[in-house]
């Protein structure tokens, strides 16, 4: 069951990108900077609430675009990595990791897993804090994840992770 926290959490959950492009070893896909997926030249907007407790196949398509467009090359049937359940448990435990270190701060990583659903390494961009690395390694190494889909196939691809941690709540970006 998601709490009040959560639903904060989830009020202020945007996209999923990275600042800098970067791409899993096994595989052709990029992950983009985040994109505008609604808005204008003059008012572009960057971020969206995305929901917690959905898993992929449970999104929105208008959901589902905005996280297909952080990839490049990523083809109509073809579909990137994405935490089996949806977010929710991920979010759950990084805001336990959080509230125990009292974390602030931005959080970039690129979290490449392999075709059977499982991490198998993540190349930090930004950490919270130097001894944070230990607890965030082992909260993804535990999450699981449906694998990304290539030709028809279960294939290697990066999952980009944004999150912001703030002195109210966590935040993916």
């Known amino acids: 069951m998601i709490n009040k926290t959560m639903l904060a959490a989830a009020a202020a959950l945007s996209m999923l990108g990275m600042a800098a492009a970067a791409q899993a070893?096994?595989?052709?896909?990029?992950?983009?900077?985040?994109?505008?997926?609604t808005g204008s030249a003059g008012a572009p907007v960057t971020y969206r609430s995305l929901p917690l407790d959905r898993a992929w196949a449970e999104?929105?398509?208008?959901?589902?675009?905005?996280i297909r467009n952080q990839y490049d090359g990523l083809?109509?049937?073809e579909e990137p990595p994405f935490p089996v359940g949806?977010?929710?448990?991920?979010?759950?435990?990084?805001?336990?990791?959080?509230?125990?270190?009292n974390l602030r701060g931005e959080l970039r990583a690129?979290?490449?897993?392999d075709a059977?659903?499982?991490?198998?390494?993540?190349?930090?961009?930004?950490?919270?804090?130097?001894g944070s690395v230990n607890g965030?390694?082992?909260?993804?190494?535990?999450?699981?994840?449906?694998?990304?889909?290539?030709?028809?196939?279960?294939c290697a691809m990066a999952f980009p992770l944004h999150v912001e941690f703030s002195d109210t709540l966590l935040a993916f970006k």
Not at 59 to 66: A, G, M, T
Not at 110 to 113: A, E, K, P, R, S
């Open 25 to 37: 070893d096994e595989s052709g896909y990029r992950v983009l900077q985040q994109v505008s997926v």
């Open 59 to 66: 999104l929105s398509s208008s959901d589902v675009e905005l």
């Open 75 to 77: 083809r109509a049937h």
């Open 86 to 101: 949806g977010l929710a448990q991920l979010a759950n435990e990084l805001s336990a990791l959080q509230r125990q270190q």
């Open 110 to 113: 690129q979290v490449n897993v």
């Open 116 to 130: 059977g659903g499982r991490v198998t390494d993540v190349k930090w961009q930004l950490t919270p804090a130097q």
């Open 136 to 154: 965030l390694n082992e909260i993804l190494q535990r999450t699981r994840f449906e694998p990304a889909s290539c030709a028809h196939s279960a």
